[in-house]
Structures are given as structure tokens and as C-alpha cells.
């Protein structure tokens, strides 16, 4: 077994769960997969945005791929929670997904209220998440899971406001402050793995 200094950089650490010192190739791996999984999550989704504001002919390919995320993710999890704990995830990611894309028809058409309707309802789907995932992995703290799902959202929220405005500057760049968030939330899943498996990374 190959072992490595590898140490994806992260701002903060939530309580119990740190990255670890050497890292085996299957550590490597795990996060590689996940690190992959979070970023076409975003690819996927600022692309679904674009299509819907643009109203581009590829919406209904684009957002199909999009949806896939969240199988993908269940079949990462699949061989260390068993498929039912991996589905019900994949079956609440794909709800953020549905919702996202719901929210920006909603702002698209400038209706308010059903913008505010949608968004209640998705913040309710991440703390559903965080709450999931603190339950199925002790290393996963829930506040911690939720304090990420809603900067996450706020984000998402903000690139979407920008496609709608045509500030595309800004738009870019709020795209990148995604990007360096999905990575902690990736890593942030693969410690916690990690310390809960730690006979399937020796």
C-alpha cells in the first residue's frame, strides 16, 4: 500500500474530524472521487442555470446530466453504508437539485412569492441533509454539515442572481467562490469516512 503526503487545504476543521497525517492510496482515491462528484455538481448546475436563463435548447440534456449527480454520489457511498443509506442521500440530493432549478424559473419570472416559497423549502432540504448525514456518520456534525449546506445555497443563490443581471464579472467569480467551498464539503465528507472506516484505508 503506497502512502502520501497529500493535504487538501480546508479554512476551518469541525470538531472530531481532521485530515489525516499519511494519506493511503485508497484514501487518495476516495477523495479524488468525491472531490470529482462536488465539482460536476457545480458544473452541472451553473451550466442547468445558464440553459434556463438563456433559454437554450439544451435545458432538458443539460439538467438530465445534472440529476445524475445525485445517483453518482449514492453509488460513492454505496460500499460503506449499503444501499439503502445511500439511496435515501442520493434521493435528498437530487431534491436540491429539482428545487434549485425550480427556484431560478421562479426568479426568472419574477414571482416573489413563489421564489420565497421555494427557497424556504430549500434550506429545509439542507438541514435535511446535514441532519442525515450526523446520523449516519458520527464524524459528520450536523451544524457543521448545515453551516456549509447554507453557505452553499447562498452562493448558488448569488450566481444565479448574476446570470439574471448580466453581471458577468461578478458572476464568474462568484463561481469560483463555489468551487473552493464544494472542495472543503468533499474533503470535509472524506475525513469523515476515513475516521469512521479506518480498517477499509489502512
Known amino acids: 500500500m503506497y502512502r502520501y503526503a497529500y493535504m487538501p487545504v480546508m479554512r476551518h476543521y469541525p470538531r472530531g474530524t481532521h485530515p489525516p497525517a499519511v494519506w493511503t492510496t485508497s484514501m487518495v482515491d476516495l477523495n479524488r472521487r468525491l472531490r470529482s462528484l462536488w465539482e460536476q455538481h457545480i458544473q452541472w448546475t451553473r451550466l442547468t442555470v445558464n440553459s434556463i436563463v438563456g433559454k437554450l435548447p439544451d435545458e432538458q440534456a443539460t439538467t438530465a446530466r445534472l440529476l445524475r449527480n445525485a445517483d453518482d454520489f449514492a453509488a460513492a457511498l454505496k460500499p460503506y453504508y449499503g444501499s439503502a443509506v445511500a439511496d435515501q442521500f442520493g434521493n435528498l440530493l437530487r431534491e436540491h437539485l429539482v428545487i434549485a432549478a425550480q427556484l431560478v424559473k421562479a426568479l426568472q419570472a419574477g414571482d416573489s412569492q413563489a421564489a420565497g416559497e421555494i427557497n424556504a423549502r430549500w434550506y429545509a432540504n439542507a438541514d435535511a441533509i446535514a441532519e442525515f448525514l450526523s446520523r449516519i456518520n458520527p464524524y459528520w456534525s450536523s451544524q457543521v454539515w448545515q453551516d456549509m449546506m447554507h453557505e452553499h445555497l447562498k452562493l448558488l443563490t448569488g450566481e444565479v442572481a448574476t446570470r439574471l ?38
Open 165 to 202: 443581471a448580466g453581471n458577468y464579472i461578478e458572476n464568474v467569480a462568484t463561481s469560483d467562490a463555489i468551487e473552493a467551498q464544494v472542495l472543503e464539503m468533499a474533503d470535509m465528507m472524506s475525513y469523515g469516512i476515513f475516521q469512521q472506516f479506518p480498517m477499509a484505508f489502512a
